[in-house]
Each structure stands twice: as structure tokens, then as C-alpha cells.
């Protein structure tokens, strides 16, 4: 059974930084792609960042380009998300996803974790 826990959430002001963890059991996370997307009120789903199995390859949403940075350790299972500069835009709850084996950039994600809160105040 895949689990994905996403921790690290919570409430910033404007220009603060938070770092968001997804812990990963169940899949073979070292040969996957692994990805995270948003959802504010209101609004879709959104991509934000995602990374190659390896580490090696990254991608980024436009809107967090520059302020965020997607990491992950392949022996704890654990991908990370590190947002610098936050927005009130960028409150939104904030998901992990498991991508596709060997491939990336991934085209669709095959399981999903249940999100964290963040909120960014003005």
C-alpha cells in the first residue's frame, strides 16, 4: 500500500520561508519521479515543481520559479520542497504525487498524498 505524508505546513507572513516534506512507503521511491502541486480555494490543481529520479532534473512552475527549490533523499524516501519569499498567493493546500518509473518529466502521477495547509498571511 503506497503512503504519502506531507508535513512542514503551516502559517508565514509575507517573505517567510517554510520547507514541506512528503515521506514516502509502499513504492519504489528511488526510480521514481516525484512531484508537488497546489490547490488554493476555489481554484485547480496546480503543478508547482517536480523531480527526476535521480535528482539530477527539475522543473518549476513560473509563479514559484527563483523563491522554491525541490530536493530529494532517495535512501530516507522523502522529497522536499523548500519556498523562500512566500506570497499570499501561495496559500493554497500543498500536495505530493508519485510520478512515473524512469521517466521525467512525468505526464501523469499515479498516487497522491492527502496535502498540508499552508497560508501565507499579508
Known amino acids: 500500500q503506497v503512503q504519502l505524508v506531507e508535513s512542514g505546513g503551516g502559517l508565514v507572513q509575507a517573505g517567510g520561508s517554510l520547507r514541506l516534506s512528503c515521506a514516502a512507503s509502499?513504492?519504489?521511491?528511488?526510480?521514481?519521479?516525484m512531484g508537488w502541486f497546489r490547490q488554493a480555494p476555489g481554484k485547480v490543481r496546480e503543478f508547482v515543481a517536480d523531480?527526476?529520479?535521480?535528482?539530477?532534473?527539475?522543473n518549476y512552475a513560473a509563479s514559484v520559479k527563483g523563491r522554491s527549490t525541490i530536493s530529494r533523499d532517495n535512501v530516507k524516501n522523502t522529497v522536499y520542497l523548500q519556498m523562500n519569499s512566500l506570497k499570499p498567493e501561495d496559500t493554497a493546500v500543498y500536495y505530493c504525487?508519485?510520478?512515473?518509473?524512469?521517466?521525467?518529466?512525468?505526464?501523469?502521477?499515479?498516487?497522491w498524498g492527502q496535502g498540508t495547509q499552508v497560508t501565507v498571511s499579508s
Open positions: 523531480i527526476s529520479w535521480s535528482g539530477a532534473g527539475t
Open positions: 504525487a508519485v510520478g512515473p518509473r524512469y521517466a521525467w518529466p512525468a505526464r501523469e502521477y499515479d498516487y
Open positions: 509502499g513504492v519504489a521511491f528511488s526510480i521514481r519521479t
